[in-house]
């Protein structure tokens, strides 16, 4: 199933309107994109804007707007507003989740995470706090 939604926004610049659609599939913009800042540069891109014009500066202060969630992004609209920081750190989480639950199985006989939801929790931060770290030492 596929996790997208569509974006939509309209603006005015120097007395032209402007109206963009776009149907964003969400896994592969978490994959080059990691905040939802730059879903305006997306829609510009798509639609054949200079990042580097005033028409693309206003369109920057414009918000956006999503609906027709589909897979898993249903969950994070509301209102119009989609929370791509929380779909974001869910994508990273259920990416992480293999990977960690090999090592609680490895190292203390734990065959379900989700079972132990404050293990869960411990290796989740201790795992964030050691890429925190690696990235304060380059």
Same mark, same amino acid.
């Given at each position: =199933?596929?996790?997208?939604i569509? +974006?939509?926004?309209?603006?005015s610049?120097?007395?032209? %309107?402007? !109206?963009?659609?776009? /149907?964003?599939?969400? %896994?592969? #913009?978490? !994959?080059?994109?990691m905040?939802?800042?730059? =879903?305006?540069?997306?829609? +510009?891109?798509?639609?054949?804007?200079?990042?580097?014009?005033? $028409?693309?500066?206003?369109?920057?202060? /414009?918000?956006? #707007?999503?609906?027709?969630?589909? *897979?898993? +992004?249903? !969950?994070y609209?509301? %209102?119009?507003?989609?929370?791509? !920081?929380?779909?974001?750190?869910?994508? /990273? /989480?259920?990416?992480?989740?293999?990977?960690? &639950? +090999?090592?609680?199985?490895?190292?203390? *006989?734990?065959?379900?995470?989700? #079972? &132990?939801?404050? $293990?869960?929790?411990?290796?989740?931060?201790?795992?964030?706090?050691?890429?925190?770290?690696?990235?304060?030492?380059?």
């Open positions: =199933m596929s996790n997208s569509d +974006a939509y926004i309209e603006f610049f120097k007395g032209e %309107d402007y !109206e963009f659609h776009s /149907t964003l599939d969400l %896994d592969q #913009q978490l !994959e080059r994109h905040s939802l800042e730059s =879903m305006h540069h997306v829609l +510009a891109v798509e639609h054949g804007i200079d990042t580097y014009s005033y $028409l693309f500066e206003v369109m920057q202060v /414009t918000d956006i #707007q999503y609906d027709n969630p589909q *897979g898993r +992004a249903v !969950e609209l509301h %209102d119009g507003e989609f929370d791509f !920081e929380a779909y974001a750190e869910e994508n /990273t /989480t259920d990416a992480l989740l293999a990977p960690l &639950q +090999a090592i609680a199985l490895r190292e203390m *006989g734990v065959e379900d995470l989700e #079972q &132990q939801p404050n $293990l869960k929790q411990a290796l989740l931060r201790a795992y964030r706090l050691g890429l925190e770290q690696n990235s304060h030492k380059r």
